[in-house]
């Protein structure tokens, strides 16, 4: 099911008739308003008729709109025309037309919408707290409904998770998994090194014996802790109640860094600024442990056997999207690659280490997953071979990110 505003559609058509179809008054006099073109005049200049759709059938709507059936009034906006159609009632789909409703107020800067009915215990079960009686159009009472729309939760980001180039290398860990998790906060990206005075690019940095130096042997500890204090400043500012970081960084990483001797080794501990954002009381999560898409997956379980990152993968993209016209692109480009006909059915698989469809190559006949899989070992990572495997060699030595994630533990 999906939540669509019924002026970006196509089919405006077959929508309209949904709605007259309504065994309810309100719905014929909405069709009649958007039909004659005096919908904008009535309600308001902006507002939106929502549709709960599954397919092409209509199961409930509702207008976000800037008026309703109390006038004269302040308050402003108001959800109206809320409907669900009976064969669908009971279970509760009109929340999830509240729900779209609260997240476009929230980025509207709404702080409380109005809802006017004459029912009792139904819109509570929604959040809806009653608040007043009020006369409507036609001199009748009607009970006024608030709904508060809590403010956009701050969240605070490691700037490199988010496209901007900051790494130490110049380069980002940019993931669409991240993007869409957050996509209902408020971002306050942050890069400690680069407010501490670091360049881009600069030299790999460790943490050694409680201090961060560079791969040189060279101190930055000053740099590291001053970039965490501007940081964690701007932290109790924008009043963040999260911050979701970069994971194994001397700056960002939570639970798990590098160990200070540049052999890509991790240890226990976190990087200087997540722990002073810990020691303020501030939640640290680590990117790694997010889920990466809406299955739940975390970014991790997404990183194959042979450092491969399967949430990136067309393959994966195209089954998850059910994209027919990506699965026979990324056919075509398969059988041009390995000289051998690969149809678009075959493009099915959700990753090579989690539950679900699998190409035919990643089930059957990719040596790295059976040998690792074999070995019960959760990526070739935890292989004393790694460095040396053959196999492995053939992936790694045009993709030297996928050795560098074996190495970092995913």
Known sequence: MKVVNYFDTDNKEHWLDAIGRSDWRAGPFLKNLLESGTFFETVGEGSLVLLLTEGDELVSYCTYAEKDDIRPTELTPWVGFVYTFPARRGHRFAGLLFDEVERLAREDGVREVYLSTNHVGLYEKYGWE?????????????????KRVAARKKVMVSACLLGQRCKYNGGYNYSPGLAEFLKDCEIVPVCPEVAGGLSVPRRPCEIRDGAVVNDL????????????????????????????????SPSCGSGR?????????????????????KGHGIKVVSADELPADKEGKTMKQLIGYCGLDCEKCEARIATVNNDDALRAKVAKLWSELNHVEITPEMINCLGCRVDGPKTVFCDSMCAIRKCAAGKAYETCGGCAELDSCEKLRAITLGRPDALERLKNGG
């Open 217 to 248: 042997g060279e101190s930055v500890d000053a740099e590291f802790r001053a970039g965490a204090e501007l940081c964690l400043r701007k932290a109790f500012e924008e009043g963040a109640e999260l911050a979701v970081l970069q994971p194994r």
């Open 257 to 277: 860094v590098y160990d200070g001797t540049f052999s890509g080794r991790l240890t226990d501990g976190d990087g200087v600024f997540a722990a002073a954002l």
């Open 130 to 146: 009653f608040m007043t009686m009020m006369t409507d159009m036609d001199g009748a009472p009607s009970r006024i409904y608030v």
